[in-house]
């Protein structure tokens, strides 16, 4: 049977990449995809497992290529989904996942149906604001672009089919096995998108903007 294809996305530092990776770890029949980009590579990060670390050039290369399933440009730059690893894992029964921004997902989505597309928020933006300083990856310049980046992000959730509120790990891996499964209760995205709301607000009257 074909693997299924997990989109996971959501607002900077709703710990996205800590459920993928989770869940990878906990489960053989989910894989992650890596991507491709430009950006560069911060301390603890490990090329060929984190990320592609590679060249404008050697992007552009690969989008005339046709070697990606999706890319796209965020905060200045480029990221993309090599299409052969998904392509190969899902004939292989695997549950593959793509932890990408919005515009990445929607081309997913368009060009396979089948994706399933999940948006991931933190509780609230005082909790966002706190991850993003204590895992000391970004300057605060580039943190408060982060924040300021969710206005903007917020606008992509209403096309997710899930919207899923990261409080407790535990409970977003099992929202994730649910989901895959076919068995979550759609009707609590509700619920999802008003938090959403009260975070965009929130942020909005920080920045003033
Ligand atoms: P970061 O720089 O924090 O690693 O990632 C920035 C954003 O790019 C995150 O929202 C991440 O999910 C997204 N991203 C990572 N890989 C890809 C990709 O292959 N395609 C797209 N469209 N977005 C990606």
């Known amino acids: 049977m ?42 603890n990060e490990i090329e060929g497992k ?28 480029y990221y993309g989904t090599p299409k052969k690893y998904v392509k190969d894992m899902i004939e292989k029964g695997k549950n593959v996942i793509l932890e990408i921004e919005m515009q990445g997902a929607l081309q997913v989505k368009k060009i396979y149906d089948k994706a399933i597309l999940v948006f991931f928020l933190p509780k609230d933006a ?27 992000d917020a606008e992509y959730a209403i096309h997710y089919d899930y919207v899923l509120v990261n409080e407790e790990i535990e409970d977003s891996i099992e929202d994730l096995q649910l989901i895959v499964e076919n068995k979550y209760d759609k009707s609590k995205n509700a619920t999802s998108l008003n938090i959403l709301k009260k975070i965009v607000r929130d942020i909005k009257e920080e920045y003033n903007v």
């Open 126 to 152: 005082k909790t966002q604001r706190e991850r993003l300083i204590s895992r000391k990856r970004e300057t605060i310049e580039q943190i408060e672009e982060r924040i300021k980046q969710a206005i903007v």
């Open 2 to 43: 074909e693997g299924k294809l997990l989109v996971i996305s959501g607002l900077s530092a709703a710990g996205k990449g800590t459920i993928a990776k989770e869940l990878v770890n906990r489960y053989d029949d989910f894989v992650l995809s890596i991507s491709a980009t430009t950006r560069e590579k911060r301390g």
């Open 50 to 77: 984190d990320y592609f670390f590679i060249s404008k050039d050697k992007f552009e290369e690969m989008i005339k290529n046709n070697e990606f399933l999706e890319y796209a440009k965020y905060v200045n730059n």
